[in-house]
């Protein structure tokens, strides 16, 4: 179980884990920088110079921090994604030259990760890529997703690999969404529900928009991709957050000055449910 420390006046004190110099450490919650696996809690943030990560088996006393990613990191630490599954991690990152970053690990017990592949790096299909990225694991498969521009339109790229990881020609394009989208970039979620996966995608800038949704029904992409369904309210994607749970994900969607529930349900094309106002 996980306890807090309450005050005298009713107040949760807040352990600090540790300080950073980027201004967007723990910004989008599609980037899944926290997560628990082998007894222990984990949090993956940039220093301001490297990308590091802490663990704790009580979430008030944190370990020393310990470097993930040296390389290609930037400033505000706003490029990497975190997936968490089990036992097995795995971040990614993207540059602004059309390129991805990846690697998969084990989650020790004792605080410690063990790689499962180097860090592989792999050019994108567009080519320039965008600052939005994020990690996926479905099963045995990873997936990334980059942000990507071509012909003056934003893409959502999902790529996937199960087999040898480490080797950038094991990773395959499943999908090259077009967003038809000329000024605004574009993330994506991705859920594993009963009948497959699940995608969220939705616009990172200027303003609130639909989210779109579509699926496939084989963990590693290879099936038929169902045809997008949008959502009829406008909703902030990087400010939201979801969950699958059997064949649906339940996502919150924020609004301006209101958050929806928002029912996401597996189909050919899938279904979009926005009753719940919270």
Known sequence: SLSWVVNSAGIIDPTTIGTTTGASSLRYPYESQTCFASTRYWVFYPDGTNIVLRSSTDGTTWSSATNVITTHVNADGQNFGIACSGSTGMYAQTDTSGTFYARAWTFNSDGTISYSFTEVQVTTTNTAAGAQRAAFISGSNFWVMAGTKAVGNYFVELWQCSTT???????????????????????????TVT????????????????????????????????????????????????????????YCGVQATTTTLVKVTYGTPPTINEATTI
């Open 165 to 191: 990881c480490g080797t950038a020609s094991n990773w395959t394009n499943r999908q090259n969404y077009d967003t038809g989208q000329s000024t605004n970039d574009y993330n994506a979620a991705m859920f």
């Open 195 to 250: 009948s497959g996966i699940e995608v969220l995608m939705g616009i990172m800038s200027g303003g609130a928009q639909a989210i779109i949704t579509l699926n496939n029904p084989s963990a590693d992409g290879s099936g038929t991709w169902s045809s997008t369904t949008s959502s009829s309210n406008s909703y902030l994607f990087n400010k939201g957050s979801g969950a699958a749970s059997g064949n649906s994900v339940y």
